[in-house]
């Protein structure tokens, strides 16, 4: 079975723009979540969506943003980009019923 | 709010050897899940054990073990017979399935191997 995939791996912005990322779940995994990996802050949830539907949000400003499509690909949007917003971006997936997740390679995004 | 505490930023051991890595959690929930992920330099995030809270034999996943004290709130990682390979960033993390997040980390444990 194929492990999580992100798209693009690598990406570099110039502040103020806004970016898109791109995450396909492990087949069968209907949970998708989104973290930000960062030296000073560590690893910090951003959201969860299940069946097109935001389940939760972590604390981060509006400017973060997601969605969830039919086959539970999920995108993630940050938009007018900050120097404080390089980071690794992070998706992971969970089977049903299950809390564990599986985590996909990340998008390493760096803004200039 | 739940949190989960690595007080070892950095650990190293010997190839061959034991080691053990240290994890604390706060949480006033008593049915929860609690994981070690490793994440090497790649920065793929592999899942490297699970523990249920209302089971209370311990995990083990070959080389692999923990020691849960619910009590404590302690969950530490043994790994036996250390290998090269098992050089990485190593978290803990805290799930509750009613939780606002879905997963909470620790700040990680950097594993060095000495061959």
């Known amino acids: 079975k194929a492990g999580v995939t992100q798209t693009p791996r690598y990406l570099i912005k110039t502040r103020g723009q806004q970016v898109t990322l791109s995450c396909s779940p492990i087949?069968?995994?209907?949970?998708v979540s989104w973290y930000q990996q960062t030296p000073g802050q560590g690893l910090q949830f951003l959201f969860e969506?299940?069946?097109?539907?935001?389940?939760n949000k972590g604390n981060f400003p509006g400017r973060f943003s997601g969605r969830q499509f039919s086959n539970s690909r999920s995108e993630m949007n940050v938009s007018t980009l900050e120097l404080g917003d390089s980071a690794l971006y992070l998706c992971?997936?969970?089977?049903?019923?299950?809390?564990?997740?599986?985590f996909g390679p990340g998008t390493r995004l760096t803004v200039t | 709010a739940q949190t989960v505490t690595q007080s070892q930023p950095e650990m190293s051991v010997q190839e061959a050897e034991t080691v053990t890595l240290s994890c604390t959690y706060d949480?006033?929930?008593?049915?929860?899940?609690l994981f070690w992920y490793k994440q090497p330099p790649s920065r793929q995030m592999i899942l490297v054990i699970r523990?249920?809270?209302?089971?209370?034999q311990n995990a083990t996943e070959n080389r692999f073990s923990v020691n849960f004290q619910k009590a404590a709130k302690s969950f530490s990682l043994k790994i036996s017979d250390s290998q090269l390979g098992d050089a990485a960033m190593y978290f803990c993390?805290?799930?509750?399935?009613?939780?606002?997040?879905?997963?909470?980390f620790g700040k990680g444990t950097k594993l060095t191997v000495n061959p």
């Open positions: 992971a997936s969970s089977p049903p019923n299950r809390e564990e997740q599986y």
């Open positions: 087949s069968g995994h209907r949970s």
């Open positions: 969506y299940f069946s097109e539907t935001q389940r």
């Open positions: 949480t006033s929930e008593s049915d929860y899940y």
């Open positions: 523990q249920e809270a209302y089971k209370q």
């Open positions: 993390a805290y799930a509750w399935e009613g939780g606002s997040e879905k997963l909470v």
